[in-house]
């Protein structure tokens, strides 16, 4: 049974940084979607950034392009998401999401931020920037 447990959110001042975390345990895969996705209060869930981790060119949501990056463990099921020069506006409820079966989500970038077709959502990880 696939589990995705995320990590590293609290509270950060606009300008600061965080390291999230999305460790995937009860997975057989060696190649798989992760995505990134958050929630701001009272509105819709959008999609972060995603990344294949077989090696592909991750994708990123407009808003966050240059500030935060996606990036995988070289040996664990781990992908972070790195967030630098937060703004009050990234405060969010943050969650990952995996997509295993062929073809994943991230064949597109519209897909793999659309969070249609992710097989597995973790609890998420709460970001507050003050």
Same mark, same amino acid.
């Given at each position: 049974?696939? @589990?995705l447990v995320?990590?590293?959110?609290g509270?950060?001042q606009?300008?600061?940084?965080l390291?999230?975390?999305?460790?995937?345990s009860?997975?057989?895969y060696?190649? !798989?979607?992760?995505?990134?996705f958050? @929630?701001?209060?009272?509105?819709?869930?959008?999609?972060?950034a995603?990344?294949?981790v077989?090696?592909q060119?991750?994708?990123y949501?407009d808003?966050?392009?240059?500030?935060f990056t996606?990036s995988?463990?070289?040996?664990?099921n781990?992908?972070y998401l790195?967030?630098?020069?937060? @703004?009050?506006e990234?405060?969010?409820? !943050?969650y990952?999401?995996a997509?295993?079966?062929w073809? +994943?989500?991230?064949?597109?970038?519209?897909?793999?931020?659309?969070?249609q077709? !992710?097989?597995?959502?973790?609890?998420? +990880?709460?970001?507050?920037?003050?």
């Open positions: 049974h696939v @589990q995320e990590s590293g959110g509270s950060v606009a300008g600061g940084s390291r999230l975390s999305c460790a995937a009860g997975f057989a060696n190649s !798989y979607c992760m995505g990134w958050r @929630q701001p209060p009272g509105k819709e869930r959008e999609g972060v995603g990344i294949y077989a090696g060119t991750p994708y949501a808003s966050v392009k240059g500030r996606i995988q463990h070289n040996t664990k781990t992908v790195i967030m630098n020069n937060v @703004q009050p990234d405060t969010a409820m !943050y990952c999401a997509d295993w079966k073809p +994943t989500v991230c064949m597109t970038a519209d897909q793999a931020l659309g969070a077709g !992710y097989e597995r959502w973790g609890q998420g +990880t709460q970001v507050t920037v003050s």
